[in-house]
């Protein structure tokens, strides 16, 4: 393997054509370990059963690399943040982000016409209380949130 194949570039996920955001493909972005075989390096937004760090195995497609098949897991979880453009409350964000902040968790953020962040879940946080503080976010009315990918064993 030379140093170019190191090089991030995109990866694409179909996500199919039913989605509730509208959205029938995402990149994101990976490293090349040769083979075709790519490393997530960064949380996915729609993607579903991937991680950050997580290994795809894609196939090249018309000049793009598609996401054909899973590989080894990462042991990250990924969960998203929906919040509403008039729901926001930053000071409300800030002190139920908070918590998942010093537990380890960190997030990549796209504004959507609302407010989305891909929230990764380091493999040696408690993903128990991980949940739990998503939840609470939720409940206090911070948040809307789902999970995307589970990879804590």
Known sequence: MNATDNQMQKVI???????????STESVWATN???????????????KGVSFRDAVMTSQVE????????GPKSGHSTYRILVLQDKYDPVLFANSWGPLERLGCSYEHGDFGYQLYAVDVPEGVDIEIACALLERGEHNGAWDFEEGHCGHL
């Not at 996920?13 to 959205?23: C, E, I, K, P, R």
């Not at 997530?40 to 937004?45: R, V």
């Not at 000049?63 to 899973?70: E, K, N, R, S, Y």
Request: aromatic share 18%.
């Open 33 to 47: 370990l040769g083979s075709g075989v790519y490393q997530l390096e960064n949380s996915p937004f729609f993607a």
């Open 63 to 70: 000049g793009q690399t598609i996401v054909v098949g899973l």
């Open 13 to 23: 996920f179909d996500l199919g054509s039913d989605t509730w955001h509208g959205y």
